[in-house]
């Protein structure tokens, strides 16, 4: 009850700092200020010069939602208007809430960071079978080294696996097998297999799926009732999701995800993700022990780029930022404290999170367009100061970029 209570409060102190931000100054983490006026200007500048079809956007001040407003089109098709609670694919923001998830049954005593998977299991991991082949893990069976994969590995990026097996250097292959690039623990290496494995152990652990815990234990009780892991066109939702758009502004067709998954298959709206963001910078979902843990660089990032041939290329581009991964987010360093990011990328949407819990400062853009990140930069130097996050190793190349494209 005194949960209920508290959040209650909280929705309605989102309800009074968002109408006096709409007509406000909005703070930066540099000491500068903006108008909403001037964010909207801003906003549909970039928009209309990079040919973006939809964006929309919140900024936090104080660890309040104090500006939000979506602009452009939920479908260029039909001309249907982008609003705060349409409903987008979320594509990879879908890590960071099921890394909070994690970290609520770790204080619960369900799961430990530092002990191996394999330990939770009834048997060896290889052996289970899948309704669907292409999940499973037949493929590592010899190859011992999953026995060393933990929890902490896997919200960290570290656990060898590749991104997804089915991205080859060949391109798209359904049937690719799983395998280690590098030895579990060793570097840095985006993947959602990684996190696809810890789902798979923790829902066997808790005898529950990550749909039904997510909503018992972050969605309902933050108000999130536009958020689900299960992304399909749900009739009560019918024409409130928004269409992903290519650089052409052609319709992506919509793919609906019908199995819950804690890599990548949350559908959110701008209002609710904000909710989210706000709860984290508010320390209201976990101990404060527990974020301070989430967001401690427990790897550092060398690479050149996050992506592509250049991610396996070193350099000491971002040394002056302290690039790293924590648990389930990126984290940076900045004169105005630490920076914790997550961002969102699928064909068709582009969306990108950063808070600054020190400040109470955050930003949140969700686009569905390709060329959403394109005015990334220049959004996040606009709103909140932000000159900090790794544009490059990210591959946010402004439209406007002189310099030749990196590669891919």
Not at 70 to 86: C, H, P, S
Not at 200 to 216: D, R
Request: aromatic share 12%.
């Amino acid at each position: 009850m005194f949960k209920q209570i508290l959040y209650s409060v909280s929705a309605i102190l989102f309800c009074i700092n968002f109408s006096l931000g709409q007509e406000g100054v909005i703070q930066k983490i540099d000491g500068g200020k903006i108008t909403s006026v001037e964010i909207e200007e801003a906003v549909k500048r970039l928009m209309d010069t990079a040919d973006v079809t939809g964006l929309a956007i919140s900024v936090l001040n104080n660890n309040q939602v104090v500006y939000q407003k979506a602009f452009g089109l939920r479908n260029a098709v039909e001309k249907d208007i982008l609003k705060e609670n349409t409903i987008f694919y979320g594509a990879s923001l879908s890590k960071a809430v099921f890394s909070v998830l994690v970290m609520q049954l770790v204080e619960e005593g369900i799961i430990d960071l530092d002990t191996p998977l394999q330990n939770y299991l009834e048997k060896p991991l290889p052996d289970y079978e899948f309704s669907k082949s292409w999940k499973g893990y037949h493929h590592l069976k010899g190859d011992k080294r999953y026995e060393k994969i933990t929890a902490r590995m896997c919200l960290t990026h570290t656990t060898g696996f590749p991104n997804w097996r089915f991205l080859t250097n060949r391109g798209h292959d359904p049937q690719g097998e799983l395998y280690f690039q590098f030895e579990p623990g060793a570097r840095y290496s985006y993947s959602g297999e990684g996190l696809s494995l810890l789902q798979f152990v923790i829902e066997g652990i808790t005898g529950k799926g990550l749909e039904e815990m997510a909503q018992e234990r972050i969605f309902r009780p933050l108000s999130m009732d536009r958020t689900s892991y299960i992304y399909v066109l749900r009739e009560k939702f019918k024409g409130q999701y928004a269409y992903g758009h290519t650089k052409n502004q052609t319709l992506v067709p919509f793919d609906e995800a019908d199995d819950a998954g804690a890599a990548g298959s949350l559908g959110t709206s701008l209002a609710d993700y904000s909710r989210f963001l706000q709860a984290v910078l508010d320390q209201k979902l976990l101990q404060k022990e527990s974020y301070n843990e989430m967001f401690k660089q427990q790897i550092s990032i060398k690479s050149k780029q996050q992506f592509g041939p250049n991610a396996l290329v070193e350099t000491s581009e971002n040394e002056d930022i302290d690039l790293g991964y924590g648990l389930g987010w990126g984290v940076l360093d900045t004169p105005y404290g630490k920076g914790i990011f997550k961002e969102g990328h699928s064909e068709g949407f582009q969306h990108y999170s950063i808070i600054f819990p020190e400040t109470g400062i955050g930003v949140l853009i969700l686009s569905n367009s390709d060329n959403g990140e394109s005015i990334f930069k220049e959004l996040l130097e606009k709103t909140i100061g932000d000159t900090f996050t790794p544009w490059k190793w990210e591959n946010y190349i402004p439209y406007d970029y002189e310099n030749e494209p990196l590669e891919n």
